[in-house]
């Protein structure tokens, strides 16, 4: 069993940065792709990035490809969301995931591929 604890949210001005974390603890996520995905106010929860096993491939959406880096640290087991110049449609609740398929697979942008989540982390943008 896996538990993600994903840390780092909060409220921040338009154009600002926030950096969030995922924990993991329960099994090492060192050969698995991890991914971020947010779920806003009446919406489904849509994808955010996506890394490799190795941090060596990244897929992001076209809204956050330059704004937003993901990384992992495998030796800390932690994932991490760097999200700069953040605009108020940034605001949702943010989630780790991790993808037990395979670390050979391209990496997904569909929740269902992700085996374990976290409860998420409030992240509000102000205007």
């Known amino acids: 069993q896996v538990q993600l604890v994903e840390s780092g949210g909060g409220l921040v001005q338009a154009g600002g940065s926030l950096r969030l974390s995922c924990a993991a603890s329960?099994?090492?996520?060192?050969?698995?792709?991890m991914g971020w995905f947010r779920q806003a106010p009446g919406k489904e929860r849509e994808f955010v990035a996506a890394i490799s096993w190795s941090g060596s491939r990244t897929r992001y959406t076209d809204s956050e490809k330059g704004r937003f880096t993901i990384s992992r640290d495998n030796a800390a087991n932690t994932v991490y969301l760097q999200m700069n110049s953040l605009k108020p449609e940034d605001t949702a609740v943010y989630y780790c995931?991790?993808?037990?398929?395979?670390?050979?697979?391209?990496?997904?942008?569909?929740?269902?591929?992700?085996?374990?989540w976290g409860q998420g982390t409030q992240v509000t943008v102000s205007s």
């Open positions: 995931a991790a993808d037990f398929r395979g670390f050979s697979l391209p990496l997904s942008s569909d929740q269902y591929d992700y085996d374990y």
């Open positions: 329960g099994r090492t996520l060192s050969s698995y792709t």
